[in-house]
């Protein structure tokens, strides 16, 4: 659960989590954080395992690493008590593809 004014420095801490590098970070909030202004709060979840499996990857060659970023979030009028929820930590290794991307929960 995230205060629209917190959007962005949550993004930047877990974004970091997830090993995405300083422009890939940009390009993310840039694109995800002027449709959270609406709501006074943000249920933001990264189901990456969940969408893997619904939605899997072949990539040509063969990549060392692989990071999909996908993020689903609800704006909320209201604080909601959640847990919190834990990454998985990402380092790179050699050639490495990063796909990131979300889709909002319409209540």
Do not use: C
Not at 20 to 37: C, G, H, S, V, Y
Not at 81 to 96: A, E, H, I, M
């Amino acid at each position: 659960m995230v205060k629209k004014e917190e959007v962005t420095s949550f993004f930047e801490e877990k974004l970091t989590i997830l090993g995405l590098n300083d422009r890939e970070k940009t390009d993310f909030i840039t694109f995800w954080a002027p449709k959270m202004d609406v709501k006074d709060y943000y249920y933001i979840n990264f189901p990456n395992e969940i969408f893997d499996s619904l939605h899997p990857l072949t990539v040509s060659p063969r990549p060392d690493s692989i990071q999909r970023v996908f993020m689903v979030y609800e704006g909320l009028d209201e604080k909601v008590n959640v847990k919190q929820q834990p990454l998985t930590p990402f380092s790179r290794s050699g050639f490495s593809v990063i796909e990131w991307g979300g889709s909002e929960i319409e209540g």
